[in-house]
C-alpha cells in the first residue's frame, strides 16, 4: 500500500467513524490500540493508567466524534490526543500524591454535617454525569470502554 492509499484510507474510515459507524470506531481501535499501549510504556510503567488514558481517550473520542477535526492520519491523531492526556494525568496523579503526603500528617476534618452532605452530594452527581454518558453509548461503544 503506498502512502497515497493510507492516506485515502486513514481518511475515509475517520470520516466514516465521525459519522457514527461502528465498523470505523472498532477498526480504529483494533489498529491502534497496541501501539498506544506501548508508546505510553515508554512515557509510564503503569500499565493501569496508560490503559485508564486510553479508554478515557476512546470515550472522549466518541462523545465528541461530531465535533472533531478532519485527519489523514489516524495514528498520528490518536497519539497526540493519547501522549497529551497521559502526561496531563500523570502530573494530576503527582500532585494528588504529594496532597496525600501532606495529608497523612493532617487527616481530612469535617467541620461541619453540611460540609459532608455537600461533598456526597457532588460525589453523587459525578456519578450520575458518568451514568448518562454512559447510556449514550450503545453495546458496542461500552464494550470497546
Given at each position: 500500500m503506498d502512502q497515497?492509499?493510507?492516506?485515502?484510507?486513514d481518511t475515509y474510515i475517520w470520516?466514516?467513524?465521525k459519522k457514527g459507524e461502528e465498523y470505523a470506531l472498532t477498526y480504529i481501535y483494533d489498529h491502534h490500540i497496541d501501539f498506544l499501549f506501548l508508546y505510553g510504556k515508554k512515557i509510564t510503567k503503569d500499565e493501569n493508567l496508560i490503559l485508564d488514558v486510553i479508554q478515557d481517550l476512546f470515550?472522549?473520542?466518541?462523545?465528541?466524534?461530531?465535533?472533531?477535526?478532519?485527519?489523514?492520519?489516524?495514528?498520528?491523531?490518536l497519539l497526540k490526543s493519547f501522549r497529551r492526556k497521559l502526561i496531563r494525568q500523570i502530573q494530576v496523579n503527582q500532585k494528588h500524591d504529594q496532597i496525600d503526603r501532606e495529608t497523612e500528617l493532617y487527616p481530612h476534618v469535617v467541620f461541619s454535617a453540611e460540609e459532608d452532605i455537600i461533598f456526597q452530594?457532588?460525589?453523587?452527581?459525578?456519578?450520575?454525569?458518568?451514568?448518562?454518558?454512559?447510556?449514550?453509548?450503545?453495546?458496542?461503544?461500552?464494550?470497546?470502554?
Amino acid at each position: 500500500m503506498d502512502q497515497f492509499e493510507f492516506v485515502r484510507e486513514d481518511t475515509y474510515i475517520w470520516e466514516e467513524f465521525k459519522k457514527g459507524e461502528e465498523y470505523a470506531l472498532t477498526y480504529i481501535y483494533d489498529h491502534h490500540i497496541d501501539f498506544l499501549f506501548l508508546y505510553g510504556k515508554k512515557i509510564t510503567k503503569d500499565e493501569n493508567l496508560i490503559l485508564d488514558v486510553i479508554q478515557d481517550l476512546f470515550f472522549e473520542l466518541i462523545r465528541k466524534k461530531k465535533n472533531l477535526g478532519q485527519t489523514d492520519n489516524i495514528r498520528l491523531y490518536l497519539l497526540k490526543s493519547f501522549r497529551r492526556k497521559l502526561i496531563r494525568q500523570i502530573q494530576v496523579n503527582q500532585k494528588h500524591d504529594q496532597i496525600d503526603r501532606e495529608t497523612e500528617l493532617y487527616p481530612h476534618v469535617v467541620f461541619s454535617a453540611e460540609e459532608d452532605i455537600i461533598f456526597q452530594e457532588e460525589n453523587t452527581h459525578f456519578q450520575e454525569l458518568v451514568k448518562l454518558g454512559l447510556k449514550e453509548l450503545n453495546q458496542k461503544q461500552r464494550e470497546v470502554l
